[in-house]
């Protein structure tokens, strides 16, 4: 088996003494997409922000590409330019307009020409429809168009791997639905994803694994249909009964 | 078919124009009463005759106008020249009390008492101190000028005021911000530069520029040390009539100087306001 392009390996994180990722083991090969589901607080986000060194670990190893980036050595800012990051608020960049927020990045970072960034940028939204929200800033964009502009910012760099911290629970359902078009598209185009998400038909479309999460431990972990369907633990059982009551399932 | 406005629409709209009408039948009466009332108060005073002599002369207007106007020459150099560099000393401080890096610890210490001390010392101090202090130390290559050491303490105090105003405003920007640039590779500065710093300044435009008409206003001030500004000219020409006329010359001019600032600085205020309205955010 080749190198996974990311690895996690016993992973420990607390705030405090509160103990929120309690040794956590993932491998995320190449064009794969792993779903982590689980209530809040459960760890999911945490474990987002550890991989692409937004959060201090206290314990473990995560490998991008083979190379240690949990290393003393490491550049922070080298390996989050390798990563792609979308959050729950969006968090555009409210005083640049759509193509300058998703430009930025190839510019100052990648050392992209202004042109060529551009050319790339149009070529991408012109593929999203979303060409004609070029020139408009991100306050005049409905929530979803928002969220995929973010998405079109964190992908347009090229990442190893993209992780999406709950796109969408800030969203109505009809743009949820086309976030999620533009995520199921990527899987298409070969993206490396870790995707946490309350969006259980979503998990479904595009998971290659389903993770559950409770109380940082990774409790449960198989294909969507094992997860949703057959859970063997008390917790997850839980969990699937809770979202089938809030009609979520 | 096309729209009739239905009688109860008609009816609403009268009302609302009655009432909008009443509105300004009252403001108007209650503004014509206290103008009545401070004009018989102020012209009814026993010492008007005289005072209105002293202040309001329109022979001495006249003939000390042409020296008060060359001395206001100053005052706007003055003022256009500490603005430029409180604006830049002011971000400076700002930028280096919000960094975190520890190689800068004795900068942002430094800056930390730098603004407690000339938010909290007079103006009036600052300009004898650095006016008459600095001359006094009889450093050959330091100018003794009074216009260059009343401007520098225009800057130093001006400073420290505009430094936390746009500390305020960079502490202001959602961190989520700061998060997001970081997450795309961008490093600290750069988030500072490209993210963090243009949201703060449009935040903090209003406050920034009152800072700035107060700048304007206490230009006058550097008269104190013997330069020839408006207030000095002014002075100059009390002191060889004893009436008092000159001052209000340069009172007028200075407010005739820092009213397109104000107005600047009210329609980018009412412009903030719309858009935050637009978008929800009130």
Do not use: C
């Amino acid at each position: 088996m080749s190198t996974p392009m990311l690895e996690v390996k016993n992973l420990r994180k607390s705030y405090g003494s509160d103990l929120v990722l309690h040794d956590i083991s993932v491998a995320l090969a190449e064009h794969e997409v792993k779903v982590l589901i689980g209530a809040s607080g459960s760890g999911k986000s945490t474990l987002l922000r550890a991989i692409n060194l937004l959060e201090g670990i206290d314990d473990g190893q995560i490998l991008l590409d083979g190379h240690d980036i949990t290393a003393v050595k490491v550049n922070p800012d080298e390996i989050r330019a390798q990563i792609g990051s979308v959050f729950q608020s969006f968090n555009l960049f409210p005083h640049l307009n759509v193509l300058q927020n998703i430009t930025l990045a190839p510019r100052k970072v990648h050392g992209v020409s202004k042109d060529e960034a551009e050319a790339n940028a149009m070529q991408m939204l012109g593929r999203f429809g979303l060409a004609d929200k070029a020139k408009q800033y991100p306050d005049l964009l409905s929530g979803g168009q928002q969220q995929r502009v973010a998405i079109l910012r964190a992908v347009i760099t090229k990442p190893k791997v993209l992780l999406l911290d709950e796109v969408t629970s800030a969203l109505d359902p009809i743009l949820i639905a086309e976030v999620l078009a533009l995520i199921s598209e990527l899987k298409g185009e070969g993206m490396t994803m870790m995707i946490a998400t309350h969006e259980m038909g979503f998990a479904k479309r595009v998971a290659d694994q389903v993770l559950f999460l409770a109380h940082g431990q990774i409790v449960e972990s198989g294909s969507a249909h094992e997860i949703l369907e057959s859970p063997k633990t008390p917790e997850l059982q839980n969990f699937l009964s809770a979202l089938r009551e809030a009609g979520r399932l | 078919m096309t729209y009739q406005p239905s009688p109860l629409r008609l009816q609403r709209e009268a009302a609302r124009r009655r009432v909008s009408r009443q509105s300004t039948i009252v403001a108007l009466i209650s503004t014509l009463a206290i103008a009545s009332v401070l004009a018989i108060v102020v012209t009814g005073a026993p010492g008007f005759k005289l005072v209105r002599q002293s202040f309001f002369s329109w022979h001495y207007a006249v003939s000390a106008f042409p020296h008060v106007l060359s001395g206001l020459w100053l005052n706007l150099r003055v003022m256009v020249i500490a603005e430029i560099f409180v604006l830049i000393l002011g971000l400076l401080i700002a930028l280096a009390r919000t960094s975190h890096s520890p190689i800068l610890y004795p900068i942002r210490l430094m800056a930390t008492i730098y603004t407690d001390v000339f938010r909290g010392l007079p103006l009036l101090l600052v300009l004898f101190l650095v006016g008459l202090g600095v001359p006094g130390l009889q450093i050959s290559w330091i100018t003794n000028s009074a216009v260059v050491l009343g401007t520098t303490s225009l800057v130093l105090t001006y400073s420290a005021y505009v430094a936390e105003v746009i500390r305020a405003g960079i502490e202001a920007v959602n961190p989520a911000q700061r998060m997001a640039g970081r997450a795309l590779g961008l490093t600290q500065s750069q988030t500072q530069s490209y993210v963090v710093l243009p949201q703060a300044l449009r935040k903090v435009a209003p406050p920034l520029l009152n800072d700035l008409v107060s700048l304007q206003k206490d230009s006058g001030l550097i008269s104190v040390l013997g330069a020839i500004d408006a207030i000095r000219s002014a002075g100059i020409e009390t002191a060889q009539s004893f009436n008092f006329t000159p001052y209000v010359v340069a009172g007028a001019l200075f407010v005739a100087l820092t009213i397109p600032l104000t107005r600047f600085t009210d329609w980018l205020t009412r412009k903030q306001d719309r858009a935050r309205v637009q978008q929800g955010q009130w």
